[in-house]
């Protein structure tokens, strides 16, 4: 059983920044395509930022510039570092990998930005 664990969010005023870490359990994490995902409230899921396992990256349009995705393999883990904060971009973040069938989502962390 895949177990995610997100963790790093918090409130930050706009301009700020913060690093989310997601520790992923019960995979083999290096070959599997990682991707942060936000849910803002009344909104869908939407994918922000992925990576392959061999380290390419893509970006949404809203978060390109700003937003970071990096993993590293012997921990088990995905980053997201995020700079020039948005109020727009307060939502709950959550990682899976980037597939089809999605693993069982963790609980998220929680990003608020204040204006």
């Known amino acids: 059983q895949v177990q995610l664990v997100e963790s790093g969010g918090g409130l930050v005023q706009a301009g700020g920044s913060l690093r989310l870490s997601c520790a992923v359990s019960g995979s083999i994490f290096s070959i599997n395509a990682m991707g942060w995902y936000r849910q803002a409230p009344g909104k869908q899921r939407d994918l922000v930022a992925g990576?392959?396992?061999?380290?390419?990256?893509n970006y949404a349009d809203s978060v390109k510039g700003r937003f970071t995705i990096s993993r590293d393999n012997a921990k088990n883990t995905v980053y997201l570092q995020m700079i020039s904060l948005k109020p727009e971009d307060t939502a709950v973040y959550y990682c899976?990998?980037?597939?089809?069938?999605?693993?069982?989502w963790g609980r998220g962390t929680q990003v608020t930005v204040s204006s």
């Open positions: 899976n990998q980037v597939h089809l069938y999605a693993w069982p």
């Open positions: 990576i392959t396992s061999g380290g390419t990256t």
